[in-house]
């Protein structure tokens, strides 16, 4: 045999075996890609629930550390019957304007 023959032999092996692998992994998602891609949706689907869920639940959590504060701050400033102020801003300056 000559040399050229050898490299063309070669070459059509390697292009026959590529060819092979190509149809194999477009015949074999054909059949599992939808499986897989239901899974991945799935798995996706239960990310999501999950976050919604923590971030429902974190956000019930704050409401309610919240609401239950306001209760305690309302009967802590009216104790006495007295109201108090409830934060200090400082003192009030009334500016006029000097034509």
Not at 22 to 36: D, T
Not at 55 to 82: H, M
Request: aromatic share 20%; charged share 25%; net charge positive.
């Amino acid at each position: 045999m000559n040399k050229y023959k050898i490299y063309h032999m070669a070459f059509l092996k390697t292009l026959i075996i590529i060819v092979a692998i190509w149809y194999f992994f477009k015949f074999a998602f054909r059949f599992f890609g939808p499986i897989l891609i239901k899974k991945a949706i799935s798995k996706a689907e239960q990310n999501f629930q999950q976050r919604t869920q923590d971030y429902y639940n974190q956000n019930n959590e704050s409401y309610d550390n919240t609401y239950t504060n306001s209760n305690t701050n309302q009967s802590d400033n009216f104790k006495n019957g007295i109201p108090r102020e409830k934060r200090k801003v400082g003192e009030y300056i009334d500016f006029e304007e000097i034509k």
